[in-house]
Antibody
């Protein structure tokens, strides 16, 4: 079955970086994008960006430009996201999500149909 | 960025009740809207795409409608397993943005 398995929890100090992984299985890895969505404690969902697993093209939300880097390893069907210069307000659960879509203007859609269980990142001194 | 406003922020209803959640976009997003369910302590799950199209395997008691700036999500007969927070999300314009969520509880 389609599955996204994320790496384990992380505790980091302010100013450090963290790299979270998301290993895909059960489908053709290069046929989809992978989005990253985070959720601060008690808060809603925030889309950070996505990577096209076919060509490694990325698209980041403006607030994450320069702070986040997404990359793929097609040999292991794994997506990585690095978040740099961590602050306390980066404390959140980070989810990866397979993103289905079509940019064809006549049939335009994108949705996140399969999600990982999330990786808790805690930033604390 | 497009702002998505959901109401109410929370509601309490009885099993079997019809539940309605609204989602308003800050600008016209055509029908480029999805809905997700997040049960307590769990990852979100996909429900509906393009405002009204049910995802594969999603129970038919869930439905969505709307276009432009105003959207509605319905649960026709609330079940205990529907206790969750529901989020709308637009994909008309980047960045993709979510509503603030509506928490649904059983009365």
């Amino acid at each position: 079955q389609v599955q996204l398995v994320q790496s384990g929890p992380e505790v980091k100090k302010p100013g450090a970086s963290v790299k979270v992984s998301c290993k895909a299985s059960g489908y053709t890895f290069t046929n989809y994008h992978i989005s990253w969505v985070r959720q601060a404690p008690g808060q809603g969902l925030e889309w950070m960006g996505w990577i096209n697993a076919y060509n490694d093209h990325t698209r980041y939300a403006q607030q994450f430009q320069g702070k986040v880097t997404m990359a793929t390893d097609t040999s292991t069907s794994t997506v990585y996201m690095e978040v740099r210069s961590l602050r306390s307000d980066d404390t959140a659960v980070y989810y990866c999500a397979r993103t289905v879509g079509s940019a064809d203007p006549s049939y335009y859609y994108y949705y996140m149909d399969v999600w990982g269980k999330g990786t808790t990142v805690t930033v604390s001194s | 960025d497009i702002q998505m406003t959901q109401s109410p922020s929370s509601l309490s209803a009885s099993v079997g009740d019809r539940v309605t959640i609204t989602c308003q976009a800050s600008q016209d997003i055509r029908n480029n809207l999805n809905w997700y369910q997040q049960r307590p302590g769990k990852a979100p799950q996909f429900l509906i795409y393009a405002a009204s199209n049910l995802g594969s395997g999603v129970p038919s008691r869930f439905s969505g409608s709307g276009s432009g700036t105003d959207f509605t999500f319905n649960i026709t007969s609330l079940q205990s397993e529907d206790v969750a927070t529901y989020y709308c999300q637009q994909y008309d314009t980047f960045p993709l943005t979510f509503g603030g969520g509506t928490k649904v509880e059983i009365k």
